[in-house]
């Protein structure tokens, strides 16, 4: 079918009100300092939700304010795609709550699991479902509540990651503007260097998962690295290709806010100078499926992103998967 199908025609972020500054590690128990984190990862500060901030809440906000600069009601939504990896419950999916917070009575919802990668391929699932004939407007939210899920007793990974949702409404599109080309891949063979080994089916929780901590999230940060830099470059490369551009062609690279280090060499193998890539992985920390959707919220809200851009989505996650879309505003 004929490209560009669908466009982004509304985009919301939001993002819980209390922020952490690296600082406060030391008094919560952690041996660490701001300045590993700084170093390491680029990270000064993350947004944690309060117990009353779910991913339903959060979504939802965001979902409305996608909504409102789409001009669609949520009675006009066909589809709910919601990537995230921290779903609110483990049944039913996350996708059907907000749903009916929403009041999007019309829609077909449900969640996707792909880690940091999910609301990309929630895009291409969308765009999809809709090029088939099956939905003409959807929602496509990317949301999580991840320090649910971390180990604040473990530094190497308590550090890293936040909360936050990230939203757009899809439309056919018009003025040929929309989604140009779109590439996914995955590798279950590398699963368990960032998983959680408990809490699943296959080892429920139990006692024993609550006392080795084994529900929560575990990673090999160094082989996470290597791994990410690898396939950030290709899904670069392929959405590039597929849409006949070269890195010169991008106005702006929004990749998935996970380290700096890692968004610096994805931008080097691209050809895309630094100037020409978004960044907020300092104010936010890795919010995994809504780390690109709130970019791209916040680059548009900027003056980054305008009539007429064309832009670079590349985001990598537990799996692994990555995903990259090209996408002109
Ligand atoms: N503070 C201080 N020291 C720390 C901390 C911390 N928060 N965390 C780890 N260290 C220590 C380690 O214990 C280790 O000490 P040792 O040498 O005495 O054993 C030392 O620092 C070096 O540890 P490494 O893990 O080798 O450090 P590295 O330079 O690789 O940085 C990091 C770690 C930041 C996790 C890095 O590997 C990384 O960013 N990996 C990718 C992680 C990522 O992006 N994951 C998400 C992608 S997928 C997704 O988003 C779900």
């Given at each position: 079918?004929?490209?560009?199908?669908?466009?982004?025609?509304?985009?919301?972020?939001?993002?819980?009100?209390?922020?952490?500054?690296?600082?406060?590690?030391?008094?919560?128990?952690?041996?660490?300092?701001?300045?590993?984190?700084?170093?390491?990862?680029?990270?000064?500060?993350?947004?944690?939700?309060?117990?009353?901030?779910?991913?339903t809440s959060?979504s939802a906000a965001?979902s409305r304010?996608?909504m409102e600069?789409?001009?669609v009601h949520a009675g006009e939504l066909d589809?709910i795609?919601?990537?995230?990896?921290?779903?609110?419950?483990?049944?039913?999916?996350?996708a059907v709550e907000i749903q009916a917070e929403l009041g999007a009575s019309r829609a077909a919802a449900?969640?996707?699991?792909?880690?940091?990668?999910?609301?990309?391929?929630?895009?291409?699932?969308?765009?999809?479902?809709?090029?088939?004939?099956?939905?003409?407007t959807?929602l496509?939210?990317?949301?999580?509540?991840?320090?649910?899920?971390?180990?604040?007793?473990?530094?190497?990974?308590?550090?890293?990651?936040?909360?936050?949702?990230?939203?757009?409404?899809?439309?056919?599109?018009?003025?040929?503007?929309?989604?140009?080309?779109?590439?996914?891949?995955?590798?279950?063979?590398?699963?368990?260097?960032?998983?959680?080994?408990?809490?699943?089916?296959?080892?429920?929780?139990?006692?024993?998962?609550?006392?080795?901590?084994?529900?929560?999230?575990?990673?090999?940060?160094?082989?996470?690295?290597?791994?990410?830099?690898?396939?950030?470059?290709?899904?670069?490369?392929?959405?590039?290709?597929?849409?006949?551009?070269?890195?010169?062609?991008?106005?702006?690279?929004?990749?998935?806010?996970?380290?700096?280090?890692?968004?610096?060499?994805?931008?080097?193998?691209?050809?895309?100078?630094?100037?020409?890539?978004?960044?907020?992985?300092?104010?936010?920390?890795?919010?995994?499926?809504?780390?690109?959707?709130?970019?791209?919220?916040?680059?548009?809200?900027?003056?980054?992103?305008?009539?007429?851009?064309?832009?670079?989505?590349?985001?990598?996650?537990?799996?692994?998967?990555?995903?990259?879309?090209?996408?002109?505003?």
């Amino acid at each position: 079918m004929k490209r560009p199908f669908a466009y982004l025609a509304g985009v919301g972020r939001c993002a819980p009100e209390r922020i952490l500054h690296n600082s406060e590690f030391a008094a919560l128990g952690l041996e660490t300092s701001d300045e590993w984190i700084v170093q390491r990862t680029g990270i000064r500060e993350r947004h944690i939700a309060g117990p009353s901030e779910t991913n339903t809440s959060m979504s939802a906000a965001a979902s409305r304010v996608a909504m409102e600069r789409a001009g669609v009601h949520a009675g006009e939504l066909d589809l709910i795609v919601l990537g995230t990896a921290s779903p609110d419950h483990l049944l039913p999916s996350t996708a059907v709550e907000i749903q009916a917070e929403l009041g999007a009575s019309r829609a077909a919802a449900f969640d996707i699991s792909a880690a940091c990668s999910s609301w990309l391929y929630g895009l291409i699932v969308a765009e999809g479902l809709m090029m088939s004939g099956n939905a003409e407007t959807a929602l496509v939210v990317g949301t999580e509540k991840l320090s649910a899920i971390v180990d604040w007793r473990d530094r190497s990974t308590a550090v890293l990651f936040g909360d936050g949702s990230g939203a757009a409404v899809l439309k056919r599109s018009k003025h040929g503007k929309g989604i140009l080309s779109t590439y996914f891949r995955s590798d279950g063979n590398l699963a368990q260097l960032l998983h959680r080994r408990a809490g699943g089916a296959a080892q429920p929780f139990d006692a024993a998962a609550l006392a080795d901590r084994s529900f929560y999230i575990e990673m090999e940060g160094r082989e996470v690295f290597k791994h990410a830099v690898r396939s950030m470059a290709d899904a670069c490369d392929r959405a590039l290709d597929g849409a006949k551009l070269t890195g010169a062609d991008i106005d702006l690279l929004i990749p998935h806010q996970a380290n700096i280090r890692i968004i610096e060499a994805t931008a080097k193998h691209a050809g895309i100078p630094m100037e020409k890539v978004f960044v907020n992985v300092d104010r936010y920390g890795n919010t995994s499926s809504a780390s690109v959707p709130m970019a791209l919220e916040e680059a548009m809200a900027s003056g980054r992103v305008t009539d007429g851009s064309t832009v670079l989505l590349v985001a990598f996650g537990a799996g692994f998967t990555w995903a990259s879309l090209v996408v002109r505003f």
